[in-house]
């Protein structure tokens, strides 16, 4: 098992970045894929970004390609992620996530573990 909580959001104007941090606890971190997603009021989660055990291999989501990037440290039972160019519509709760699957995925129901989430607001 696994608990996960994330750090780092806040309010930024946009084209401003953050950077949001995902400390995982247990001791098999290096066993899991990770993911991020986001909530927006009104809307349903939605996938940002995923990257696999070994950190070779990612994946993101239409909206946030080209800005965003994954990236995890085993070692400090760490996942990342930098948000580059924010939006007003990038405004939502973040949240990180964690699967035993061998491949990334990329669907909120393929994932057994998430964090509490951390609030990320992009100002015009």
């Known amino acids: 098992q696994v608990q996960l909580v994330e750090s780092g959001g806040g309010l930024v104007q946009a084209g401003g970045s953050l950077r949001l941090s995902c400390a995982a606890s247990g001791r098999t971190f290096s066993s899991y894929a990770m993911g991020w997603f986001r909530q927006a009021p009104g809307k349903e989660r939605e996938f940002v970004a995923t990257?696999?055990?070994?950190?070779?291999?990612?994946r993101y989501g239409d909206s946030v390609k080209g800005r965003f990037t994954i990236s995890r440290d085993n070692a400090k039972k760490m996942v990342s992620l930098q948000m580059n160019s924010l939006t007003p519509e990038d405004t939502a709760v973040y949240y990180c996530a964690a699967t035993q699957d061998f491949i990334i995925r990329t669907r909120t129901g393929e994932y057994d573990y998430w964090g509490q989430g951390t609030q990320v607001t992009v100002s015009s």
């Open positions: 990257i696999d055990r070994s950190g070779d291999q990612t």
